[in-house]
T-cell receptor
């Protein structure tokens, strides 16, 4: 069973550009989570999906951020009009059901110049 | 609101020493889950353990052991006979069973463990 995969692993973009990240969860995991981690901090929750439904969004997720999980499989996280403050590691995790442990992908490191 | 505090930001030990990483949590839920994750220099978070609030038994897995004490809201992690490969940032995390956030994890700030040869 392969783990959670994320692409790209690194993204450098100029301020104002749009970026999109992809996450492929472990197969048969119906829950998918996005977190953001800045240097020296623990990950912070952004949003989560149960199958294709986005059920919760953090206040950290401004209206420039949008996430989708079509057909309940992979998920994408898009950031529009990137700002330097968006520079961070974006982590995706999946879990088999609620209350189960979450398995994390390797993350996408975003640098906004 | 839930909160996790890892007061030790950095710990340095010499190989073969035992080391304990502290974790204190706050929650209003009676049902919750506690976790430890390891983040090695490669960056990927590795799941170590999950413990639910009804199970206060301590757990041992090889050189790792966990001490859960509800009375002090603590979930401490001990590495026995540390090795250089244990060098990493360790995160304690909490999820509440209730609410709408689908068992989102609230992480502590992490403890960087450096094991010197």
């Amino acid at each position: 069973d392969t783990g959670v995969s994320q692409n790209p692993r690194h993204k450098i973009t100029k301020r104002g550009q749009n970026v999109t990240f992809r996450c492929d969860p472990i197969s048969e995991h119906n829950r998918l989570y996005w977190y953001r981690q800045t240097l020296g901090q623990g990950p912070e929750f952004l949003t989560y999906f149960q199958n294709e439904a986005q059920l919760e969004k953090s206040r950290l997720l401004s209206d420039r951020f949008s996430a989708e999980r079509p057909k309940g499989s992979f998920s994408t996280l898009e950031i529009q009009r990137t700002e330097q403050g968006d520079s961070a590691m974006y982590l995706c995790a999946s879990s088999y059901r609620e209350k189960y442990e979450q398995y994390f992908g390797p993350g996408t490191r975003l640098t906004v110049t | 609101a839930q909160k996790v505090t890892q007061a030790q930001t950095e710990i340095s030990v010499v190989e073969k020493e035992d080391v304990t990483l502290d974790c204190v949590y706050e929650t209003r839920d009676t049902t919750y889950y506690l976790f430890w994750y390891k983040q090695p220099p490669s960056g990927e978070l590795v799941f170590l353990i999950r413990r639910n609030s009804f199970d206060e038994q301590n757990e041992i897995s090889g050189r790792y052991s966990w001490n859960f004490q509800k009375s002090t809201s603590s979930f401490n992690f001990t590495i026995t006979a540390s090795q250089v490969v244990d060098s990493a940032v360790y995160f304690c995390a909490l999820s509440e069973a209730g609410g709408n956030a689908g068992n989102m994890l609230t992480f502590g700030g992490g403890t960087r463990l450096m094991v010197k040869p």
